[in-house]
Every structure is written in structure tokens, then in C-alpha cells.
């Protein structure tokens, strides 16, 4: 059987931009949640975001690249090439190049692009829509963009499943690596729409905090007083590589991605099923297939996106799968720091879980002071933790029902 280990990985979110920087943010409790500045918010009921500086943006790509591409691509660009670099990895040839693909995909894709151009539509008329709109905006045109930069022609597709994209995009990379059709794959998610459309139709649902006085605070998984999630912004890219073909080339090994889940509450288009079936089946199957108990289970980076429903049903889900073991495993949402990334969530997520496994290091959840009496389990509050951690779950759970579950394991030679 063909083991799949994680060699490299990139990250760009509200906390920082690079791998070491959103690390040192996360153990440090450091919050990324601020006052939206980049558009009007003033008939907005939530005012906050996980907002990444054009700064970044205008640093890393020419005029002429931004006006080409949407900054969901941009932002997946920035993230795989630190996955790419940290990896080591090169194509030599058109055999290595026709064995890597790429999997990025993106919960909505360029929907400030999508925005921008209506509004050029409707008062200019149709001559004066820009010639990029469709590339700029497409989803999958985040793998294209990489895959055309790095000469990688393996499979080469998108995923576009909500809130799960990321951890759906790794899942499907692992599988096709243990299919024997790739070597390497560049797989996760990407997202930017932390824009005056997508605030406004999340606030619509009325699905996010209204903290505006405090939002560094506004991010509250699993607290009592919790009033929705936080939308955030960014990237986060694994290089996922063939164990075998990783040893080869000497390769440093973050972890092993041993087990992939995938489920349907088949239940409601925006809330999660009532008696957590979906979650209980997704965390199951990733344990299953890694050939684990789940009383092995350490750590879960929880979906934990703060709104009433998911933390009190992730919770329940994680009691009925784990029975009396859940109080003994330590669980923590980085969402309290980074917002929540819809598309891009699983991606980054997988890369904080892959580092934790890493480093022997729990990232906290931020914000709990008072836990929802609901939510009663070991959420790792406000600090960092250093605690043994052989196997852990990343959560992943989107709107329509879909949810996805990746397993990762200490690598051991």
C-alpha cells in the first residue's frame, strides 16, 4: 500500500503570512480578527473579518498580474509557492512533471471579481467587462494558475464543497497518490470573500457575529455567548507526496496523512443535522480507513466555527463517536484566531493539525470564557499546550451537508 506523508505546506491568513508566522500567532493566542477598512460597512450588521492587507497582495504580484487574477488566486499562488519551496520539491523532467498534480479549490471562488464586473455590466454595458473576468473568477483556474507556474501536469481539478473544500481537496489528492497516478500532489483551498457581496449575504443568513466593539473577541467557538462566525480570507496549500518517493530525495516529513472521510447529512442546505450523524459517520471512516481505534485519537482541530448550532452538535458528535475517550482528547478551533475561510478552512486547518503532530504542540481555542454548557469537553482555552500527540482529526463541515475528515499520524520510520 502506498503511504502518503506531508513535505511541505503554505499558509496566508488574517494571523500572517508564511507557515512561521501564523504558527508563532497561533501558539501566542494572537487574534486576526480586526474592523473591516477595505469597503463600506456602515449598513452592515457585522463589521469584522479575517482580513488580509492588499499590502501582501501589492508586495507579491505586478499591476498586471492582479488585474488577471482574482485575489482567491492570488492568495492560493502565494501559499503554494512556500508549499513548493518549504517541500524541496522540483520537476527534473516530463516524467516527474506528468506524475504532480494539483487540487486547490475554493468554497466560492472570485466573488468580488463576480461583483465588480455586474456593476461594470449594468453601468457601462457588456464592451466594458474586463477580458479576464471568467479566468479571474473561475474556481479552478486557482490549480490552473499553479499548475502553469510549475510545469505540473498530472491530474490537474478543483473541489468545490462549501465550508469542507480544503479538507476534501487533500483527501482526493491522498487517493489519487495511493492510486498510483501521482507522485506528488499540491492540494488545498483558497478563499477571498471578504468583500461587501459576501459579508453582506452571510449577514443576510444572519451566521455572523455582530461583535463590532470588540473583534478580536468576536471569534467565540464553543463559548456560551457566542453569536455566529467571522469571515476570513487566504490560503493554505500541503505538498502531499508518495513515501517511497519522498525518502528518495531526502525530504523532510511533517507527518502522514493515513486516513480521509467523506459523509452527507443529507439533512438541511445550511444547518447541520440534529443528532450529529454526519460528523459521527466522517470522523469514523478517516479513523477506519487509518486502521486506528479512536481511542487513539489525541487531538481534533475542530470545525468550531462559532456559530450556535455546529460547536453544541460538533461536540455531540464527537461524545457519541468517542464515548468516554472524548474527555480525554484535546480539541481546539483555530477559527478564534483566524476567522473562519469557508473554502480555504480545511487547507489551513490541515496544515495546523499537520504541525501540531509535527511539534507536539495543541494550538488554543481563544475567547472561552464561559463555555456553552453544551460544549463540555477539553477545548484547550486561551493557551498553547505541549501534550504527546501520535494521531489527530482535522474537522471539516459545509453548507448542503458535506463534510469531510482527515487523519494524520506522527511519521515513524
Known amino acids: 500500500m502506498r503511504r502518503v506523508v506531508v513535505t511541505g505546506m503554505g499558509m496566508i491568513t488574517a494571523i500572517g503570512c508564511g507557515v512561521n508566522d501564523n504558527w508563532k500567532n497561533l501558539i501566542s ?10 469597503f463600506e460597512t456602515d449598513d452592515l450588521p457585522s463589521k469584522v473579518g479575517g482580513v488580509i492587507s492588499d499590502d501582501l497582495i501589492d508586495k507579491n504580484f505586478s499591476d498586471k498580474e492582479k488585474r488577471k487574477m482574482d485575489k482567491f488566486i492570488l492568495y492560493s499562488l502565494i501559499a503554494s509557492e512556500e508549499a513548493i519551496k518549504s ?15 494539483v487540487i486547490i479549490g475554493s468554497g466560492i471562488g472570485g466573488l468580488s471579481t463576480i461583483y465588480e464586473n455586474s456593476i461594470l455590466l449594468k453601468e457601462n454595458g457588456p464592451r466594458k467587462i474586463s477580458p479576464f473576468f471568467i479566468p479571474s473568477s473561475l474556481i479552478n483556474l486557482a490549480s490552473g494558475q499553479v499548475s502553469i507556474k510549475y510545469n505540473f501536469k498530472g ?5 468545490v464543497t462549501a465550508c469542507s473544500t480544503g479538507a476534501h481537496a487533500i ?20 478563499e477571498a470573500a471578504v468583500c461587501a457581496m459576501g459579508v453582506g449575504g452571510f449577514a443576510a443568513m444572519r451566521a455572523l457575529s455582530t461583535r463590532n466593539d470588540e473583534p478580536e473577541k468576536a471569534s467565540r467557538p464553543f463559548e456560551r455567548d457566542r453569536d455566529g462566525f467571522v469571515l476570513g480570507e487566504g490560503s493554505g496549500v500541503l505538498v502531499l507526496e508518495e513515501l517511497e518517493h519522498a525518502r528518495r530525495r531526502g525530504a523532510k516529513i511533517y507527518a502522514e496523512l493515513i486516513g480521509y472521510g467523506m459523509s452527507a447529512d443529507a439533512h438541511h442546505i445550511t444547518a ?3 443528532d450529529g450523524d454526519g460528523a459521527v459517520r466522517v470522523m469514523g471512516l478517516a479513523i477506519e480507513r487509518g486502521g486506528i481505534r479512536p481511542d487513539e485519537i489525541d487531538y481534533i482541530n475542530a470545525h468550531g466555527t462559532a456559530t450556535p448550532y455546529n460547536d453544541k452538535l460538533e461536540t455531540l458528535a464527537i461524545k457519541k463517536k468517542f464515548g468516554s475517550h472524548a474527555r480525554k482528547i484535546s480539541i481546539s478551533s483555530t477559527k478564534s484566531m483566524t476567522g473562519h475561510l469557508l473554502g480555504a478552512a480545511g487547507g489551513v486547518e490541515a496544515g495546523i493539525t499537520a504541525l501540531a503532530v509535527h511539534r507536539q504542540i495543541i494550538p488554543p481555542t481563544i475567547n472561552l470564557d464561559n463555555a456553552d454548557p453544551e460544549c463540555d469537553l477539553d477545548y484547550v482555552p486561551y493557551k498553547s ?29
Do not use: Q, W
Not at 155 to 159: A, L, T
Not at 175 to 184: F, L, N, S, W, Y
Open 385 to 413: 499546550r505541549v501534550a504527546t500527540i501520535r494521531h489527530a482529526l482535522s474537522n471539516s463541515f459545509g453548507f448542503g451537508g458535506t463534510n469531510g475528515a482527515l487523519l494524520f499520524k506522527r511519521y515513524e520510520e
Open 272 to 274: 447541520p443535522a440534529e
Open 87 to 101: 517541500s524541496g520539491c522540483e520537476i527534473k523532467d516530463d516524467n516527474e512533471a506528468s506524475r504532480s498534480g
Open 171 to 190: 483527501g482526493d489528492a491522498a487517493r489519487i497518490i495511493k492510486a498510483d497516478e501521482a507522485d506528488v500532489m499540491i492540494a488545498g483551498g483558497s
Open 155 to 159: 491530474p490537474n481539478h478543483s473541489v
Open 29 to 38: 493566542s494572537t487574534s486576526g480578527i480586526k474592523l473591516i477598512d477595505s
